[in-house]
């Protein structure tokens, strides 16, 4: 598979784990050690996706909840749940771009 469609794919991976959450910890913890043989196998582009994925769709349902008014205790705890994740899952994104630009990505083969 391409780095792309692992990134791609992670990122389905990511939301799909936030939706899980609330089905429970033990549904979300179950999900994650399905998704590790992604995560050792493809290196760097599905762990900053499946960051990516879980971070945004983390942020934009806390996003939905404050505008329609909800409260939460300890926001700031719930904000960085999601923010922290994204931010490493982006970090990973530019790295992994700026390395691909030089031809050495990880994971990229010339024949891909």
Known sequence: MRPWQLWVSAAVLGAATTVLTSLGLIVFLAFVVLAIPLFVRGGAPPTSGWLTGF????????????SSGGRLDNAEFWIAVGAVPLIIGSGLLVWMLRTAVRGNAPGYRADN
């Open 55 to 66: 971070g945004a769709l983390w942020l934009l349902l806390l996003a939905r909840q404050f």
